[in-house]
């Protein structure tokens, strides 16, 4: 406990238990720092780091009640006594989390209003930046869709009800076997990769969702350890994949979400090996504004026509290149999608499939 009351404290309510809010906000912080190249020793004598220099330690570990930061000193020596203090506090739905900074005015020597002047002109802006529409609406989309993460994402993308009808079309469209290599990029949570490793199968799964990443190994263990499947933490630009090493190539549901799909059609097309096969699966513009596009995301995703899909295709390479809209119904009725949702699926104009090859 400090022995006087913090410089700075920020209280938020979670409807969680303590321990659940702790495990969340350890995750999540885990995500966001190294997005931004902070690494983050998430335990007892831990540290965060940017590049190998510590900014802080971590001076106690409480799992569900406290975490203590204490951040390193400044350059000119003033902050020895700066820490970070995050607690759990049951309410009895739910719990409370408090942050509190403590040792903060040391950085800013004898001026008693330069620690509130430094809170409303650098804390506070940054809050409000992140209350803006847009701000939310990315947050949101990459969360949903774009970078999933978050406990309800988790649960989503283990086994996804609704993505199921274009993972049996691809499936049955490539009909794998023992003999093939697959890449899935853009793999969410791994269930294409565990239904497809029946065939016999070797594959990789590449997502830039580090949750992502962590679900589809722990879905897909036995294929992990038994070297069947390889999980990589990567963009779709930039494959960490040896050239010619794919019989085949798959992505679902995820090109409308790629900053540059050129460039990770070509990367995909460096994969193959020649004769390779790809499928890329894409919603149309059909959907925005329905369940299976609905704001934040429907206004922050591509939703390609079927000439250009083509086009991109060709660009990067590929030859024999053909676009699909197939009725998707009966690959709903396959997925056990509830009837309530069936119409979605229904007919074509929802969804293409890009079919190509990487000439031989």
């Given at each position: 406990?400090?022995?006087?009351?913090?410089?700075?404290?920020?209280?938020?309510?979670?409807?969680?238990?303590?321990?659940?809010?702790?495990?969340?906000?350890?995750?999540?912080?885990?995500?966001?720092?190294?997005?931004?190249?902070?690494?983050?020793?998430?335990?007892?004598?831990?540290?965060?780091?940017?590049?190998?220099?510590?900014?802080?330690?971590?001076?106690?570990?409480?799992?569900?009640?406290?975490?203590?930061?204490?951040?390193?000193?400044?350059?000119?020596?003033?902050?020895?006594?700066?820490?970070?203090?995050?607690?759990?506090?049951?309410?009895?739905?739910?719990?409370?989390?408090?942050?509190?900074?403590?040792?903060?005015?040391?950085?800013?020597?004898?001026?008693?209003?330069?620690?509130?002047?430094?809170?409303?002109?650098?804390?506070?802006?940054?809050?409000?930046?992140?209350?803006?529409?847009?701000?939310?609406?990315?947050?949101?989309?990459?969360?949903?869709?774009?970078?999933?993460?978050?406990?309800?994402?988790?649960?989503?993308?283990?086994?996804?009800?609704?993505?199921?009808?274009?993972?049996?079309?691809?499936?049955?469209?490539?009909?794998?076997?023992?003999?093939?290599?697959?890449?899935?990029?853009?793999?969410?949570?791994?269930?294409?990769?565990?239904?497809?490793?029946?065939?016999?199968?070797?594959?990789?799964?590449?997502?830039?969702?580090?949750?992502?990443?962590?679900?589809?190994?722990?879905?897909?263990?036995?294929?992990?350890?038994?070297?069947?499947l390889t999980v990589v933490f990567a963009d779709a630009?930039?494959?960490?994949?040896?050239?010619?090493?794919?019989?085949?190539?798959?992505?679902?549901?995820?090109?409308?979400?790629?900053?540059?799909?050129?460039?990770?059609?070509?990367?995909?097309?460096?994969?193959?090996?020649?004769?390779?096969?790809?499928?890329?699966?894409?919603?149309?513009?059909?959907?925005?504004?329905?369940?299976?596009?609905?704001?934040?995301?429907?206004?922050?995703?591509?939703?390609f026509e079927g000439p250009e899909l083509a086009d991109?295709?060709?660009?990067?390479?590929?030859?024999?290149?053909?676009?699909?809209?197939?009725?998707?119904?009966?690959?709903?009725?396959?997925?056990?999608?509830?009837?309530?949702?069936?119409?979605?699926?229904?007919?074509?104009?929802?969804?293409?499939?890009?079919?190509?090859?990487?000439?031989?």
């Open positions: 406990m400090e022995s006087s009351a913090p410089d700075v404290e920020i209280v938020y309510r979670a409807d969680q238990s303590p321990r659940e809010a702790f495990d969340a906000l350890v995750l999540e912080l885990e995500d966001s720092l190294g997005r931004s190249g902070i690494s983050f020793e998430a335990r007892t004598n831990g540290a965060m780091r940017l590049a190998d220099s510590p900014l802080c330690v971590v001076t106690q570990w409480e799992v569900g009640k406290e975490i203590a930061l204490h951040w390193l000193a400044m350059p000119w020596g003033q902050s020895k006594d700066a820490t970070i203090r995050i607690r759990f506090e049951s309410d009895g739905t739910g719990c409370r989390v408090r942050w509190s900074l403590s040792g903060w005015a040391g950085l800013f020597d004898s001026d008693p209003s330069a620690l509130p002047d430094w809170a409303a002109g650098e804390l506070l802006p940054g809050i409000f930046h992140r209350l803006l529409p847009d701000s939310i609406g990315e947050w949101a989309t990459d969360r949903m869709a774009r970078r999933p993460a978050g406990a309800r994402s988790r649960e989503v993308y283990r086994d996804p009800t609704y993505h199921w009808p274009n993972f049996w079309l691809i499936l049955d469209r490539l009909n794998l076997g023992p003999s093939d290599r697959l890449l899935e990029v853009g793999c969410g949570g791994g269930a294409f990769l565990k239904k497809a490793l029946e065939s016999g199968c070797s594959a990789t799964g590449v997502d830039h969702s580090p949750q992502m990443v962590a679900l589809t190994r722990e879905s897909n263990l036995d294929n992990v350890r038994s070297g069947r630009a930039r494959l960490p994949v040896d050239s010619a090493a794919f019989t085949c190539c798959v992505s679902t549901g995820a090109i409308g979400f790629f900053p540059d799909p050129l460039a990770a059609l070509r990367e995909m097309h460096r994969a193959l090996a020649p004769g390779g096969r790809l499928m890329v699966y894409a919603s149309t513009a059909v959907l925005r504004g329905t369940p299976a596009a609905a704001e934040p995301v429907a206004s922050r995703v591509h939703f991109l295709a060709r660009r990067a390479g590929f030859s024999a290149v053909r676009v699909e809209e197939p009725d998707m119904e009966p690959y709903a009725l396959r997925a056990g999608v509830p009837e309530e949702a069936l119409p979605l699926f229904r007919g074509t104009g929802g969804c293409f499939l890009l079919r190509a090859e990487k000439p031989g």
